[in-house]
Structures are given as structure tokens and as C-alpha cells.
Nanobody
Framework: QVQLVESGGGLVQAGGSLRLSCAAS????????MAWFRQAPGKEREFVAA????????YYSDSVKGRFTISRDNAKNTLYLQMNSLQPEDTAKYYC?????????????????WGQGTQVTVSS
């Protein structure tokens, strides 16, 4: 079992930045590929960004590419999402996810473990 706890969400004005963190515990963090997903009210949970176990292979959705950066620190068992140039359409609950594989995936169903989420609200 892997336990995931997100933090760093909040209210920010359009054009601002936030950094989300996801603290992992329970198993060897470096054995897992990790990802961020988000879900806005009335919408399905969608892929945002993912990284392989080493953090070398990175993947982004088209909507966040160039604005968001995913990274991980295996020594600290922590996943990050740096979000810049935030827009109102980025408003959602953001979830951290872990996959029992070292290879990342953009598919929501490929992830075994999920955090409880952290809310990000961007005002116009």
C-alpha cells in the first residue's frame, strides 16, 4: 500500500503560480511512476502530468504543457507540480496518483493509488 497526501492548493489570481506537493509513504517511492490528475465540478478526472520512477521521462497534457512542471524527489518521497500562468480553467481538485510500475502512463485507470486531493481555485 502507498499512502499519498497532497498539499499546496489554494486561491490564486489569474497569471499567478502555485506549487503542489504530494508526500508518499508506505512503500519504496522510487518503485512507482507518479502522476497528477484534476477534476473540475461536473467533469471527469483528467490527466495533467506524469513522470517515470526516475523523473526523467515526463508527460503533459496539451492544456498545461509549457506552464506546469512535474518533478519528484525520491530521497524525500515527494512529488511536485509547479503551476505557472494559472488560468480560471485550471480551477479543479488536483489529485496525486501512484502506479505499480516504473513506467509512467497518461491513463487514469493505470494508477493504483490516489490521494484525497487538494483544491486549486483561480480567479479572473
Amino acid at each position: 500500500q502507498v499512502q499519498l497526501v497532497e498539499s499546496g492548493g489554494g486561491l490564486v489570481q489569474a497569471g499567478g503560480s502555485l506549487r503542489l506537493s504530494c508526500a508518499a509513504s508506505g512503500r519504496t517511492f522510487s518503485n512507482y511512476a507518479m502522476a497528477w490528475f484534476r477534476q473540475a465540478p461536473g467533469k471527469e478526472r483528467e490527466f495533467v502530468a506524469a513522470c517515470s520512477w526516475s523523473g526523467v521521462s515526463l508527460y503533459y497534457s496539451d492544456s498545461v504543457k509549457g506552464r506546469f512542471t512535474i518533478s519528484r524527489d525520491n530521497a524525500k518521497n515527494t512529488l511536485y507540480l509547479q503551476m505557472n500562468s494559472l488560468q480560471p480553467e485550471d480551477t479543479a481538485k488536483y489529485y496525486c496518483a501512484a502506479r505499480s510500475s516504473k513506467v509512467a502512463s497518461t491513463n487514469r485507470d493505470a494508477y493504483n493509488y490516489w490521494g484525497q486531493g487538494t483544491q486549486v481555485t483561480v480567479s479572473s
